[in-house]
């Protein structure tokens, strides 16, 4: 089954003790992304990358770091989580060569909670 | 900068009846994509449907259709037939292929309530 699989589902942690949220996608898409969701905002890119070793920052990256050593795999990284990155995560991958028209699927999503 | 406004927090529609979503968008871009998804308490984000701007008819899918004025910069989702199944936030974006990072701009969303 095509799937984008994120994990862990639900994650409460303490400021400043590292994590790392996984994100994987067996679609062979060169596009993989991670974005936040927070009440009132919409979803906001934090990082996307546009193939292996091709990264770059999104409207808010601050705080975050990814990865892309692999096609299938895109993990996100909090060196030091803060209460402000209290949010729900989403990761998300398409094609490029189809253009923006082609969809983005989406991970289950990620609840994370930093005290 | 492009945007995307949805100005309607929350709507409610009684089952079997028919609602619309409103969502406005701000670009200079004369080709691009617009979207909706759909978001149910499960989290999972659903493609509804899309849109292209070059394309003048409106598109369809089953019980979901969209009112799309390009000119006015409009694209209003049309649910008919609301199910119970249909509650949840929606979501309107949009995407362009200018500058590089081809992500997705949000609107805030519209929780929508289905009355049985």
């Known amino acids: 089954e095509a799937q984008v699989t994120q994990n862990p589902r639900y994650l409460i942690t303490v400021t400043g003790k590292k994590l790392t949220v996984t994100c994987s996608q067996n679609?062979?898409?060169?596009?993989m992304s991670w974005y936040r969701q927070d009440p009132g905002l919409g979803l906001r890119q934090i990082y996307y990358s546009m193939n292996v070793e091709v990264t770059d920052k999104g409207d808010v990256p601050e705080g975050y770091k990814v990865s892309r050593k692999e096609k299938r795999n895109f993990p996100l990284i909090l060196e030091s989580p803060s209460p402000n990155q209290t949010s729900l995560y989403f990761c998300?991958?398409?094609?490029?060569?189809?253009?923006?028209?082609?969809?983005?699927?989406f991970g289950n999503g990620t609840r994370l909670t930093v005290t | 900068a492009q945007t995307v406004t949805q100005s309607q927090p929350e709507m409610s529609v009684q089952e079997a009846e028919t609602v619309t979503l409103s969502c406005t968008y701000d670009t200079s871009e004369s080709d691009y994509y617009l979207f909706w998804y759909k978001q149910p308490p499960s989290r999972q984000m659903i493609l509804v449907i899309r849109?292209?701007?070059?394309k003048q008819q409106n598109a369809t899918e089953n019980r979901f259709s969209v009112n799309f004025q390009k000119a006015a910069k409009s694209f209003s989702l049309k649910i008919s037939d609301s199910q119970l199944g249909d509650a949840a936030m929606y979501f309107c974006?949009?995407?362009?292929?200018?500058?590089?990072?081809?992500?997705?701009?949000w609107g805030a969303g519209t929780k929508l309530i289905i009355k049985p």
């Open positions: 849109q292209e701007a070059y």
């Open positions: 998300a991958s398409s094609f490029l060569s189809a253009g923006v028209g082609s969809p983005l699927h």
């Open positions: 974006a949009y995407r362009d292929d200018r500058g590089s990072n081809y992500q997705l701009i």
């Open positions: 679609m062979n898409h060169e596009y």
